[in-house]
């Protein structure tokens, strides 16, 4: 049961032609030990059908405020949020769809919102498909970069957060050659400084040591592969321990993740998308989590997107989904 005057969690239930609702709903299928009010944001039909996919017979109820949802849980319903955006298209799992892509991140936009506003505690969402959004809102990159914006920041930064250790990226969703452009001294400050404070406040590591990944093959291999080691990475080291944050590095990205599967580190600062994610799905896939630092909200999600080719088979793993619960 909810505790008193807990602010609820706001979950986004993604893409309809996705695997958010279907893993969304699967909540009140597993045991868990949630205390706050928890609410689903997102259109009420989707959640139905979802929750028959589901074989799921808990009773769904419409509500208007985020606030009525502690009452709707401990009778013991399925709060669904109404935000006033409903999805007016057909449910088609496998399809990328201008109507879903619209609906989706219209529930995004609400729970942040309300976030900010501080009516609710934090917002988790399902995936939702970039190409579909990207119909709507041109120029659209993904949830991390559009909340950052919702609140005022530009440059959030993508952490993937694990039971043992948290990888946090220098870039998100741009192309190999910009990532490149934007592994600059600055941003490797901020995206390492974040890593610690986050490692410190809700890991609870007393001095956290972080591993910074070179750019290029071999680190640069002292500027046979590229200087951006030498003129960017290892000037920020620097300035990192200047501010006595534990810095080692740069590392190849073929080394530092086995480092720190080992422990070596406590989190690694990656210096692009794929080098990050690529190893820490093979290490985490089930229970790793994606984490936003920088915010004045939380906002966690599953690592992993809409897996359209098992939509709507009920084949769904919940597991990462619940994770993400669980760390917001």
């Known amino acids: ?38 609410a689903l944001v997102g259109d009420f039909q989707v959640v139905l059908s979802a929750l028959a996919l589901k074989g799921i017979s808990k009773e769904a109820v419409l509500i208007e405020t985020p606030e009525e949802a502690k009452k709707a849980c401990e009778l013991g319903m399925i709060p669904v949020l109404s935000c006033g955006v409903n999805f007016k298209g057909k449910i088609r799992p496998e399809k990328i769809c201008k109507e879903a892509g619209k609906a989706s991140i219209a529930w995004v936009r609400e729970a942040t919102k309300l976030c900010l506003e501080k009516r609710a505690a934090a917002v988790v969402t ?34 993937l957060v694990h039971k043992d250790w948290v990888v946090a990226h220098v870039s998100t969703h741009v192309s190999l050659r910009e990532a490149c452009d934007r592994a600059k001294k600055e941003r490797i400050l901020k995206t390492a400084t974040l890593l610690n404070d986050f ?70 600062v990656a210096m692009y998308h794929d080098q990050g994610l690529a190893p820490f799905k093979l290490l985490a896939m089930e229970d790793g989590v994606n984490y936003t630092a920088g915010l004045p909200i939380v906002r966690t999600s599953p690592d992993h ?13 919940p597991s990462s989904f619940l994770q993400a619960i669980y760390a917001a």
Not at 126 to 136: D, R
Not at 224 to 245: D, H, M, N, Q, V
């Open 305 to 317: 997107g809409t897996a359209y080719d098992i939509a709507g088979k009920g084949k769904a793993s």
């Open 126 to 159: 399902a995936p939702l498909c970039k190409e579909s959004v990207e119909k709507t809102v041109p120029g659209f990159q993904g949830h991390t970069e559009f909340i950052g914006e919702m609140c005022g920041d530009s440059r959030p930064v993508l952490c």
């Open 199 to 268: 490692l410190i406040r809700y890991k609870k590591v007393k001095t956290p040591c972080l591993g910074i990944a070179g750019l290029n093959p071999h680190a640069g291999e002292g500027g046979l592969f590229g200087t951006e080691e030498i003129e960017e990475i290892i000037p920020a080291i620097r300035e990192l321990k200047k501010k006595k944050i534990k810095a080692e590095g740069p590392f190849p990205g073929d080394v530092i993740f086995p480092k720190l599967r080992s422990g070596a580190f406590d989190g690694v």
């Open 1 to 38: 049961m909810a505790k008193k005057n807990l602010l609820p969690l706001l979950v986004t239930i993604g893409d309809p032609n996705g695997i958010g609702p279907e893993i969304a709903v699967s909540l009140w299928k597993m045991k868990h030990s949630v205390k706050r009010p928890i």
